[in-house]
């Protein structure tokens, strides 16, 4: 009898307190015939607290696409796969997802161990809307692009969730507060479940000043939360910050907000203000 495919498991891992795993994590990763880590010396001190002695084998962005269908061939032969990240939930701003995605095209079954995210732990104690919000990850590490970015989402009535990472959080916050305006509510939590762990909340432009006033809170990793473009604030002024964000990449601000208020109808004390 031929034997039967294996199965691949995508299992949550800490995002800093090691407390946080799962029972059912540390079963499937004891059980599992290999272990796909991110970086497995990142995981090493993880899955040796946990005694699990399973094989593991990198798997990152740059050899994803080549590891994958050796990945799938033995999946079929059998063999249970657990795929961990650096912490939190694969895929979410980590790779996996070709993995994924060549598991399910081939058959193969694939099952979540849920677990500890960034982005879902931020969400639920920053006190802004969670009924609807939107995961962008990480924004371009350049100003210009950034903005642009930022620029296409200042209309969005959801809540927006970013990663930021300690040598751009300040550059970030600055760029936000530009685009969206200094008074548009936000959140920065720092290193959730970590030592150090802080969750500051503020108009943006506040924040800015509070980030680049303390160098403590530009250490660690970070999740930038922004609340969705007020009910009151028309699509005319979104529109204007928007290209009064980019236009003031070029341009003094008084030229970038009258060019920005002719382009698209938005008082232009409204944009210079912001």
């Known amino acids: 009898m ?10 949550a891992t800490p995002i800093g307190n090691l407390d946080d795993v799962t029972a059912r994590a540390q079963a499937v990763l004891r059980d599992a015939d290999l272990i ?9 001190p993880l899955l040796a607290r946990l005694g699990v002695a399973t094989r593991t084998v990198a798997l990152h962005e740059h050899n994803e696409r080549d590891e994958a269908q050796r990945l799938v061939a033995r999946l079929q032969a059998g063999e249970r796969i657990a795929l961990i990240s650096d912490a939190g939930t694969p895929l979410v701003s980590d790779p996996g ?9 081939a058959g193969i079954a694939v099952s979540p161990v849920p677990g500890a995210c960034a982005a879902i732990a931020a969400l639920s104690v920053a006190g802004l809307p969670s009924d609807r919000f939107v995961f962008e990850g ?7 692009a950034r903005r642009e970015r930022l620029g296409e989402l200042a209309g969005d009535a959801r809540t927006l969730v970013f990663y930021e990472s300690s040598h751009r959080i300040a ?11 200094a008074t548009r509510p936000a959140v920065v939590a720092r290193e959730l479940t ?28 970070f999740v ?3 609340a969705g473009r007020p009910e009151e604030e028309d699509g005319k002024l979104a529109e204007g910050r ?9 341009l003094p601000p008084a030229r970038a907000a009258k060019l920005a208020a002719a382009i698209t109808g938005a008082p232009r004390k409204a944009l210079y203000e912001a």
């Open 2 to 11: 031929d034997k039967q495919p294996g199965r691949l498991w995508v299992v």
């Open 36 to 44: 796909c880590a991110e970086d497995t010396r990142h995981s090493a």
């Open 97 to 105: 997802f070709r993995l994924v995605r060549a598991a399910r095209e």
């Open 138 to 144: 990480f924004l371009p590490a350049k100003s210009g």
């Open 171 to 181: 550059e970030s916050l600055a760029d936000m507060a530009a685009v969206f305006g």
């Open 194 to 221: 970590k030592l150090y762990e802080t969750v500051l909340d503020g108009p943006l432009g506040e924040l800015v000043e509070r980030v680049n006033g303390d160098a403590n809170q530009q250490r660690g990793e």
């Open 224 to 226: 930038v939360l922004v």
């Open 242 to 250: 928007r290209v009064f964000a980019l236009l003031r990449e070029e």
